[in-house]
């Protein structure tokens, strides 16, 4: 077995029939029959044959998702259109009415409003914990537990689940386990690593790296997965060819980029813990982390992940001087999204006012001085001249 650089530049290649070095993008809906129509039938009712029709399947596709197994540490793996597309897909294979679910209170809003809105119409119950405390998961088992969710770190806090605490509850009651693997990526976790069954991804994060493409990913036991492309089929989510291409030519460089983000994010950590104008970092690669042992446990890097959260007299005030220092800031965009190369800025208590109620954004940690940092690749000098400016 190749080491995971080389893996990136080349696993799947075999899905490459052409002479190109570079893998062709497949930017087609169907393939043309052989003229012996055996071939055909079977290529109708093969799982995930890349040369049917595009819901089924696609080389490019295979490709990425040969990469991404490969990353994760599983049998395999299946690429849709986006990370939603990947966790409402996988989850909808795990579980059906009556089932229940226990997930954790702090979630990325896309995956809180399937487990409260979607999947509650559906007749699931869903039972949510703190996730620092591993007794919580736990106490909340019932005879009818099929799955337990979970995210680490989370969005915003970072907050971290104990993988092999959880993995071990799922062995020993056989209940699925997923983590959203998102906000590490591969190359700071693998959670297969530590007996978790299935990881899914938003590719449009780290694994893409550029913020110019939406995919999402599930990994696991090749069983699983081949469940999961029937219920794609259905759900429709497949991931256009030329996002896969695109995925597949950013997953290249994944390894070089996350090492250096791991680096300029926790020098700008550690910078802005020293800054009388906050009150808190949150970043799991710093030592003040409540959690710090349990990260360097699981996790091989700190992310580029962290918050910050601004010292002020009151909410209003620590509010409108977040929003304040998000306008000055001039390399860190204030876009929504994260893990690309270049470093982006959110104000949580802002963006997911809609998603949110008061005592949501309280349960999640969402305080109204809470700035979330995306770190980029940029030189760290600049990065850092930036926060210094802008927090005046
Ligand atoms: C962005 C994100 C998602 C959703 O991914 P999309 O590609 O936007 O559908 C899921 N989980 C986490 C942790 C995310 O950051």
């Known amino acids: 077995m190749a080491h995971l650089e080389t ?8 899905f490459n029939e052409s002479k190109a070095v570079v893998t062709p993008i497949y930017q ?12 055909y039938i079977t290529a109708a009712s093969e799982t995930k044959h890349p040369g049917f029709y595009h819901r089924h399947g696609n080389p490019t596709n295979s490709q990425a998702a040969a990469v991404l197994a490969s990353l994760e540490k599983t049998e395999d793996a299946l690429v849709l259109a986006t990370g939603m597309a990947a966790i409402s897909t996988a989850i909808l294979t795990v579980v059906k009415t009556g089932d229940h679910i226990i997930t954790q209170h702090s979630l990325y809003s896309g995956a809180m409003l399937f487990f409260k ?6 007749g699931v119950e869903v039972t949510y914990v703190d996730q620092k405390d591993n007794q919580a998961f736990e106490k909340a088992i019932q005879p009818n537990t099929k799955l337990i969710y979970v995210e680490t770190p989370s969005n915003p806090n970072l907050d971290i689940t104990d993988l092999a605490f959880i993995a071990g509850l799922g062995k020993k009651g056989q209940i699925t386990t997923m983590v959203d693997n998102t906000f590490a990526s591969p190359i700071n976790q693998t959670p297969a690593d530590f007996g978790i069954d299935i990881i899914v991804h938003s590719a449009t994060k780290y694994l893409g790296g550029h913020s110019d493409l939406t995919a999402g990913a599930v990994c696991g036991r090749k069983s699983y997965i081949n469940k999961v492309w029937r219920r794609s089929l259905v759900l429709g989510g497949s991931l256009s060819p030329f996002d896969s291409w695109l995925l597949l030519r950013g997953m290249k460089t994944l390894a070089m980029r996350v090492r250096q983000i791991n680096e300029n994010a926790l020098e700008l950590a550690q910078w802005l813990d020293k800054h009388p104008r906050i009150k808190k970092v949150a970043y799991v690669g710093l030592s003040s982390h409540p959690q710090y042992a349990l990260a360097q446990k699981q996790m091989n890097g700190g992310t580029g992940m962290l918050c910050v ?4 007299d009151h909410d209003e005030q620590a509010y409108s001087y977040a929003q304040e220092v998000l306008n000055r800031l001039t390399i860190f965009a204030n876009a929504a999204s994260l893990g690309g190369v270049e470093s982006l800025v959110v104000h949580p208590a802002s963006m997911w006012g809609g998603h949110h109620d008061k005592d949501q954004k309280q349960t999640s940690g969402i305080y109204p001085g ?23």
């Open 7 to 14: 893996d990136l530049i080349h696993k799947g290649s075999e």
């Open 28 to 39: 087609t809906s169907t393939y043309i029959a052989d003229e012996d129509l055996k071939q």
């Open 117 to 122: 809105e979607f999947l509650s119409d559906f």
């Open 309 to 312: 959260e601004l010292s002020a």
């Open 370 to 392: 809470l700035i979330r940092i995306s770190v980029g690749i940029e030189n760290i000098e600049d990065l850092i001249k930036d926060f210094e400016t802008a927090l005046g």
